[in-house]
């Protein structure tokens, strides 16, 4: 599936979907699935087991939620590689990842703050050809340092 219009629900995406449109409501690729968003998804997203998000430089991934060690935005099997913007500075959130996430050091990242579960995999400026950027949100504590990494087992 390609799509460049407005999504005004959610996507659920099970075998391959390209994406330079907006999807208003939230982003879900199952095991299986391949997306690539070049796009906006205005909603929490989730990469289940065996699923695959490219967010390219053109892509934004906004409003994510709150993440959990129950309920990670990236489920352990599940991988997500970002060249674009994730987050939203006007909201309090963590980017949880129980999977795989390697960030290639392009937009940066507008976070309270980003948790590698245990069995998580982080490769922070693309194998380091890039610089990876976590930058606090409007919820973050002041007096800290802007964003933060947290890798927990």
């Not at 795989?100 to 050809?129: Q, R, V």
């Amino acid at each position: 599936m390609n799509y460049s219009g407005a999504i005004g629900g959610s996507l659920i995406v099970a075998g391959t979907a390209t994406s330079a449109g907006s999807v208003s409501g939230a982003l879900t690729v199952q095991p299986g699935g391949i997306t690539t968003n070049s796009g906006t998804v205005l909603n929490p997203f989730q990469v289940q087991t065996n699923g695959y998000l490219y967010n390219t430089s053109l892509g934004s991934l906004h409003n994510i939620g709150t993440g959990t060690a129950g309920s990670p935005q990236v489920a352990a099997g599940g991988i997500l590689v970002n060249a674009g913007s994730i987050g939203d500075s006007a909201t309090d959130e963590t980017l949880y990842v129980n999977g795989t996430f390697e960030d290639l050091g392009s937009s940066g990242m507008t976070l309270l703050s980003l948790a590698i579960g245990s069995g998580g995999t982080f490769i922070p400026g693309g194998d380091g050809i890039g610089t990876t950027t976590i930058n606090s949100d409007s919820a973050g504590t002041a007096g800290t340092f802007p964003g933060a990494a947290l890798l927990t087992q």
